[in-house]
Structures are given as structure tokens and as C-alpha cells.
């Protein structure tokens, strides 16, 4: 039978109470680290090393990018299903660490020429030529993966109204299709201790993980890995 396992989400901001002395008793029971994005490299290796757990990680907006820049408005392609960067990076890839699936979707909308920046017809693009893999994986496995971790959320809920915190328009029907339990994000800063986190959309958990958020995963799932 599997346990439940739990996993430490980060996003955004070098939180305190992960960056500290402490950080082995305070988060003793975590299994995998997830980056959102927008994080130094330093910062995710203070985590993983002292953790002494595997972390997969995206890129944001702010991190620096891992294609050339002219990629980013137009559709093109830059051909493999999964390229990596930076520290423990995914793009455009699934990858299982200790038995937990993830979907790497990197950076934001685009709204400037900075790096890690997509038109909303880019991803959606991008995503489609994911489709068949994940198609398949859902049709064998009842979920295409257990988690898709994002830096940027669905368009419409929890981003904002501001040209550089609009969501991905993709992102809703592939929560739909993929049907993953959780859709992990970041990009959205939220200062208020009451604003709003987490939402249930079509039996996936979307969480903003900006600072830091625990999420555990049911020992009783179906094998998405």
C-alpha cells in the first residue's frame, strides 16, 4: 500500500521559514521539492541538499531563460520533449520522482521581450504537440500525471488583471484532459495571509505556492507515474 506522501512547494519569494537552521525538524516528512520558479539556483540547492530529497523545478519570468529569446512570440518549436536548465529545471516534459508524476510548463504570458515569455497561442500551441503522450498516459493510467507544475496560472483563476499576471488560456482544458490532482503555481504575489490559495477545478487542486506550501498526495491514487 503506498503512504501518502508530502511535498514542499516553493515559489517566488526565499522564504524564512524554509531558508533556516531549522528547516530539517520544521519539514522532516517531505518526500519531493517542487519550484514554481522565479527562485535562485543557490536557494533550491540550500533546500534539496539539506533536505536530502529530489526537487524538480520551472522556470519564471525572472529566471534566465534556456532558449534564444526569438522563440518565445512566434510557433516555433524547439524539438525535444524535454530540455533542462538551471537547477533541477524541467520544460515541456514529464518526469516521476519517487513515484510522483510532474508536467513541467515553464514561464509567463508574454507582456515585454524578457526572457521565459509566451504569447497565449505559443502555449497553446506547444501543448497540443504534447497532446498524443499524454492521451496515452491518461488512457493507461487514469490520470495523463499526478501533478502539472507551472509558474504561471490558468487563465481566470488566480492570476491577475495586470498585462503581466494573465493567465494561460490552455492551461484550463488541460487541467481537464490531464486531470491531474493537483496544478502547482507561482508568478502571483500574494502579501495578503488571507487572500486566496487554492481552488477546486474539475477535481484538481490549482494552489498558488507563492513563499511556501506544503501538499500531500493520497496513498490511495492510481498510478499516474
Given at each position: 500500500?503506498k503512504?501518502?506522501?508530502h ?8 522564504d524564512l521559514?524554509?531558508y ?8 522532516s ?38 532558449e ?10 524547439s ?6 536548465g ?7 516534459g ?12 515553464p ?10 515569455q509566451y ?20 488512457l493507461?493510467?487514469g ?5 502539472i507544475?507551472?509558474?504561471c ?16 488560456s490552455a492551461?484550463?482544458?488541460?487541467i ?6 493537483y ?10 495571509l ?19 506550501r ?9 498510478n499516474?507515474?
Amino acid at each position: 500500500m503506498k503512504k501518502p506522501l508530502h511535498i514542499l512547494c516553493v515559489a517566488d519569494e526565499v522564504d524564512l521559514l524554509v531558508y533556516s537552521s531549522q528547516i530539517c525538524e520544521r519539514f522532516s516528512d517531505i518526500d519531493l521539492v517542487l519550484s514554481a520558479g522565479d527562485l535562485p539556483d543557490e536557494y533550491l540547492e540550500y533546500i534539496a541538499s539539506m533536505l536530502n530529497k529530489p526537487l524538480i523545478s520551472v522556470a519564471g519570468n525572472h529566471d534566465k531563460g534556456d532558449e534564444p529569446s526569438d522563440c518565445c512570440g512566434g510557433l516555433r518549436f524547439s524539438g525535444g520533449t524535454e530540455q533542462r536548465g538551471g537547477f533541477g529545471r524541467l520544460r515541456f516534459g514529464i518526469r516521476e520522482e519517487n513515484g510522483v508524476s510532474v508536467l513541467g510548463l515553464p514561464g509567463s504570458i508574454r507582456y515585454n521581450d524578457g526572457q521565459n515569455q509566451y504569447t497565449d497561442a505559443w502555449m497553446t500551441f506547444r501543448i497540443i504537440q504534447m497532446l498524443p503522450r499524454l492521451l496515452l498516459r491518461r488512457l493507461f493510467r487514469g490520470r495523463s500525471v499526478d501533478i502539472i507544475l507551472a509558474h504561471c496560472p490558468p487563465r481566470g483563476i488566480h492570476d491577475g488583471g495586470d498585462p503581466a499576471h494573465v493567465g494561460f488560456s490552455a492551461y484550463r482544458w488541460l487541467i481537464r484532459l490531464a486531470r491531474p490532482y493537483y496544478f502547482i503555481h507561482g508568478h502571483v504575489h500574494l502579501y495578503d495571509l488571507q487572500a486566496l490559495r487554492e481552488i477546486e477545478y474539475f477535481d484538481t487542486s490549482v494552489i498558488n505556492v507563492y513563499g511556501h506550501r506544503v501538499i500531500t498526495l493520497p496513498k490511495e491514487r492510481n498510478n499516474g507515474g
